[in-house]
């Protein structure tokens, strides 16, 4: 029925009670319309008895995004009689559940539960609470409430019962809550399972150390697939370091003819950045601009993180260059891109312009470039400077990570000792990791006497850890000094136990992997995924020695 008057509580008058429904369905889209239709029918007596009336009001209020929270529980609870229709409380209870915090959404669920007839609640009733509680920022902690949830669809007889969608609400916050024993016992007893069942238990295995293959033998065993379930294992792929199976998957995809997403194209930039493959990389952009319109940040600087690990700065600052939109993750990709894998002073360059523009703040990602760049160029004095910004200009706390950039960057100019005590200022449980690697400096420098000191002071931290034992072992070897040298080995055969992995000072091997995503903002996590493989392939020696050999296999 089309309604051509602005006022909704005149247009609600000039039609009669059987065109008032439908009148319901399409004409209140804003807050004071639904304001205006509850009044019309509170005067005309149209709510007392009318449940089709009252539900089609609520469903109205709560699809409105204009609609304040408290005025939806309002009529919930208070201003409409119940019982209410299962298919607005249901509606309510979707818009509610991003809105208000969980606990309120379950306090609201317990009073329903009171005051409506019998058939509250359905299978769609549970889903928006387990989402809600899946989506929290710490959803083990809703895991005695979500047990209960639980335990009541059990008792309904609603947790298995098609379609799946109460079984997959929970499915995902088993998952979500690290509860993968859970989730996999759940998903073995589901009767009926969905595209979106298998999706959900993929993420929660990918999401697992050593759970890529669990998740693969998953994959294989789907009759159907979508584009989740296809971006789920690439990138799954791509998080345990095995980016040559994420570009098959990536071709699997392609020869299958199933069209990607902008995620399909970050995950298959990334395992080319892995791998060096900058033909393959040109084919993923390539692939990027025939096929999606949209701009993507997020793909765009995926893909300038590509052409810098490929060793084509130039061409990874040009994409850069063309950005409209720029935000902290794309700058901190392409001053990586140079500091790393370019031209240091151009990132430092780089660096100083993105202060300028006065529209983006660094963090602690930026700060590691920075300071890889002053150890590639030996710049002690403008190391010590922006060493000091991090803390005094920029309130950023400097993780291991920056103390072994500048520890580095002394041992680079020679100033070991300068480099021991800076290490020494380090927590103290970083303390053994950071002198690890000052001794492996001190072996390769032939430094015996500190590292002799050093790796004493080691093996009273870690007296466990037979890395210690033979990098000291070795300072001793390099020195000329067997005796000692053979007094270390046969102390070490005697203990007989498997060595603890030690860490050198020559690369950043895995360190940026400790560089935590809750260290990182939370909007930013996925891109800076891509940035943490730079430890693979960061060298901070002067001179360089790299290969190019960048053909498709």
Known sequence: MAVTSTSPHSAAA?????????????????????????????????LLG??????????????????????????????????????????????????????????????????????????????????????????????????TLHAQLLRRGLLFSAPPHAANALLHFYAAAGRLSSARHLFDEMPFRDIASCNTLMTAFVGTAGGIDAARQLFDRMLLRNVVSWNVMINGYVKAKRPEQALEVVRWMAAVGV???????????????????????????????RRFEDDNLLVWTALLDMYSKCRRVKAARTVFDRLGVRNLVCWNAMIIGHCVYGEPGDGIKLFHQMIRSGNVRPDEVTFIGVLCACARLGLLDDGRAYFEQMSTTYNLKPTF???????NLYGSVGLL?????????????LKARALGGLLGLCRFRGEWEMGERIALRLIELEPNNNAHYALLCSVYAAAGRWEEAHRMKATMKERNEKFSPGYRLVNLNEIIHEFRAREKQPENQEIYAILDDLATRLKLACKENVQNDFGIK
């Open 14 to 46: 000039a039609i009669n009670v059987d065109g008032l429904p439908n009148f319901l369905r399409r004409a209140l889209r804003t807050h004071s319309a639904v304001l205006c239709a509850h009044a019309f029918l509170l005067r005309r007596g149209l």
């Open 50 to 147: 009318q449940p089709v009336h009252a539900g089609l009001l609520l469903t109205a209020s709560a699809c409105s995004a204009a609609s304040p929270p408290a005025h939806v529980l309002r009529l919930l609870l208070h201003h409409l009689p119940p019982p209410l229709p299962l298919f607005s409380i249901d509606a309510a209870l979707r818009a509610l559940a991003p809105r208000i915090p969980f606990s309120a959404l379950l306090s609201l669920f317990a009073s329903l539960l009171r005051s409506h007839h019998p058939l509250f609640p359905d299978r769609f009733s549970f889903p928006p609470l387990l989402s809600a509680a899946a989506s929290a920022a710490s959803p083990r902690l809703h895991l005695p409430s979500s047990l």
């Open 259 to 289: 069209r990607g997403t902008g995620t399909t194209v970050v995950g298959a930039a990334t395992a080319c950045a892995r791998l060096g493959r900058l033909g393959a990389g040109r084919e993923v952009h390539c692939a990027f601009l």
């Open 401 to 407: 990570v920056h103390y072994w950039c500048m520890a």
């Open 417 to 429: 000792e300068e480099a021991e005590g800076l290490l020494q200022s380090v927590p103290e449980d």
